[in-house]
T-cell receptor, first 117, second 114 residues
Framework: GAVVSQHPSRVICKSGTSVKIECRSL??????MFWYRQFPKQSLMLMAT?????????EQGVEKDKFLINHASLTLSTLTVTSAHPEDSSFYIC?????????????FGPGTRLTVL | AQKVTQAQTEISVVEKEDVTLDCVYE???????LFWYKQPPSGELVFLIR??????QNEISGRYSWNFQKSTSSFNFTITASQVVDSAVYFC???????????FGAGTTVTVRA
């Protein structure tokens, strides 16, 4: 099956720093990737849709200047949390749409746990 | 807009009991896709099952089975003879044709005690 990786799996940073999270599709080309955020004991909330070669589409309430998304190639999307603060601490999950799929299936990465001190 | 409701917040069972997870969805689209995912403590989402809106046939896959009923907009999921390793958060999700976004339910935490 299709594999999506995320790096790093866990990151701890100081308040005010920027953190970059990478999402890679390892064995397929993903024209569309998604970024989700999950707070403890809550569901996944879609932050943005990342399209290769174009600007990301952000969900309502998500600050695009805060969460920078770049999808420069068909296998890589990055999420940069700029000037991170403790309230940005969360579990960030990316997914990639199966381009061959007929069920709108998404393949999920293992997630990145961000802790901002 | 799509909406997925998982009314059960937590379920606790003893090993070997069956567990049924409820999922009710809302959409105006006639073509849509339903999914169940499992999220163990490690955090990684594990795909379990999917169904499209045109296929109401219910199936069994190993210890998993599902009951899809369009008349009640429900997509319930059952784990038969539960095991401790089934302890996780289970999410029901929905997407519609031409919009690849997934709408997730709130999740149901299943605890299987030995």
């Amino acid at each position: 099956g299709a594999v999506v990786s995320q790096h790093p799996s866990r990151v701890i940073c100081k308040s005010g720093t920027s953190v970059k999270i990478e999402c890679r599709s390892l064995d397929f080309q993903a024209t569309t990737m998604f970024w989700y955020r999950q707070f403890p004991k809550q569901s996944l909330m879609l932050m943005a849709t990342s399209n290769e070669g174009s600007k990301a589409t952000y969900e309502q309430g998500v600050e695009k200047d805060k969460f920078l998304i770049n999808h420069a190639s068909l296998t890589l999307s990055t999420l940069t949390v700029t000037s991170a603060h403790p309230e940005d601490s969360s579990f960030y999950i990316c997914s990639a749409r199966d381009p061959q799929g007929i069920y709108n299936e998404q393949f999920f990465g293992p997630g990145t746990r961000l802790t901002v001190l | 807009a799509q909406k997925v409701t998982q009314a059960q917040t937590e379920i606790s069972v003893v090993e070997k009991e069956d567990v049924t997870l409820d999922c009710v969805y809302e959409t105006r689209d006639t073509t849509y896709y339903l999914f169940w995912y499992k999220q163990p403590p490690s955090g990684e989402l594990v795909f379990l099952i999917r169904r499209n809106s045109f296929d109401e046939q219910n199936e069994i896959s190993g210890r998993y089975s599902w009951n899809f009923q369009k008349s009640t907009s429900s997509f319930n999921f059952t784990i038969t003879a539960s095991q401790v390793v089934d302890s996780a958060v289970y999410f029901c999700a929905l997407s519609v044709r031409n919009d690849y976004k997934l709408s997730f339910g709130a999740g149901t935490t299943v605890t299987v005690r030995a």
